[in-house]
């Protein structure tokens, strides 16, 4: 077994400070041979990895010109994923990237055939997928310790103010300048966990989420942004079980994660803050435990994988998989999003937040009833786009 991890790090602020927060409690700073960024001083980690004279570099390639790395750590925009990750795969290096996989299932099919023809793993950052609590919870569901899985849904109502939207010049837009797919969203992005999840704990193995037959889709925006910064969809699986996913940044209020699903003999909830449990009907429970707290728990798989010289990863392209397909096709049928009516839209210029006056009730009155917005009669939800999959969508089988 392996003593050290060497490691590249691309993209150092943002998220990437997460990375680099985990890594110091960890004691690995020092396991970094370079970092990866265009403007590494916007780091609030900068100084610190001046002092341990640890490199940075403008581009991946230019790193590898210079050094290697066991592990390549990927939290960079969107549209970089893709190429940054076969780079390092290119490069002898395991990879690590952050959510979503890719812009494109193109993009997703080319660093599935790379990681396949250099043998080097390729986990993606879902974080709620490499937690004890949700790899203990799938086994269970595999095992038809709950009977059926019959309907699941999960509400996130996020707040988002306006220096979120202007983070980036990649922030809420549909393409980047060359025309490649960022499609950055709230289900792409911030809440995306939450839909990936429950795709991902139905299913058939662990490195496999549910395949989804079809989609119906209402979106809608307050923000000025390309996409979308509220979602409520239904997607349908192959095994004919209904998930509910309601999603907003256009609040002004916190709720969730909330997260339920219903089986034939069980039903497992998890609420923000808490543990997730299963409810059996004869009044049994089963505590799994938060998640949610397990945060970085994706880094410690990653590095154990590498020092144990392991190739696979609970969470790899073929769980993105479903995921990303989602939101490829939801753009192809929904090119433009329909703005909330200009009378329900407030502005709070304290906070700097743009909201939809009692969207918070609304969707919680659609996740109690498992429906969407235009089922519950709610005067501005339109009619949702309901788009089929084909059954040769997942090129991976």
Not at 54 to 66: G, M, N, Q, T, V
Not at 368 to 388: D, G, R, V
Request: negative net charge; hydrophobic residues 35%; contains cysteine.
């Amino acid at each position: 077994m392996r003593k050290t991890c060497d490691i590249v790090l691309v993209g150092i602020a943002g998220y990437g400070e997460i990375y680099l927060r985990a890594l110091e409690e960890r004691g690995y700073l020092t396991w970094i041979q370079g970092v990866v960024d265009i403007h590494p001083e916007r780091s609030t980690y900068y100084s610190k990895l001046e002092a341990l004279k640890i490199p940075c570099y403008a581009s991946l390639d230019e790193f590898y010109k210079h050094a290697s790395a066991d592990l390549a750590i990927i939290s960079s925009p969107i549209h970089l994923h893709a190429r940054q990750s076969i780079t390092a795969m290119e490069n002898g290096s395991h990879v690590l990237c952050e959510k979503p996989i890719a812009g494109s299932l193109a993009e997703a099919n080319q660093m599935r055939e790379t990681r396949d023809k250099t043998g080097h793993f390729l986990a993606v950052g879902f974080n709620w997928s490499f937690s004890t609590a949700v790899q203990q919870l799938k086994k269970d569901i595999q095992e038809g310790q709950f009977g059926k899985p019959l309907r699941g849904e999960s509400l996130v109502l996020w707040p988002r103010n306006k220096q979120y939207f202007q983070r980036s010049n990649w922030a809420g837009k549909r393409l980047g300048p060359n025309g490649e797919a960022i499609y950055d969203s709230i289900a792409n992005n911030a809440a995306s966990h939450f839909l990936h999840h429950l795709l991902y704990v139905l299913g058939d193995t662990t490195e496999h989420s549910a395949k989804i037959k079809q989609l119906e889709v209402e979106l809608y925006k307050a923000n000025p942004i390309e996409t979308f910064d509220t979602c409520a969809l239904r997607a349908t699986t192959e095994q004919s079980v209904e998930l509910v996913y309601l999603v907003s940044h256009a609040i002004d209020s916190t709720m969730g994660p909330n997260v339920t699903l219903e089986c034939e003999h069980a039903t497992i909830t998890y609420e923000a803050d808490g543990n997730m449990h299963a409810v059996f009907k004869d009044g049994t429970t089963k505590s799994y435990g938060d998640p949610e707290a397990a945060h970085s728990q994706k880094l410690d798989v990653c590095i154990q994988a590498v020092l144990n010289e392991e190739t696979s990863v609970p969470c790899s392209i073929e769980a993105a998989y479903s995921h990303l397909l989602s939101i490829e096709y939801i753009h192809r049928s929904i090119p433009t999003v329909p703005h909330f009516p200009s009378k329900m839209i407030k502005h709070d210029a304290q906070t700097q937040r743009t909201y939809v006056h009692q969207l918070e009730k609304n969707f919680l009155s659609c996740y109690e009833a498992y429906k969407l917005p235009s089922e519950m009669n709610i005067p501005w939800a339109h009619q949702p786009i309901t788009i089929q999959i084909p059954e040769n969508s997942y090129p991976y089988e």
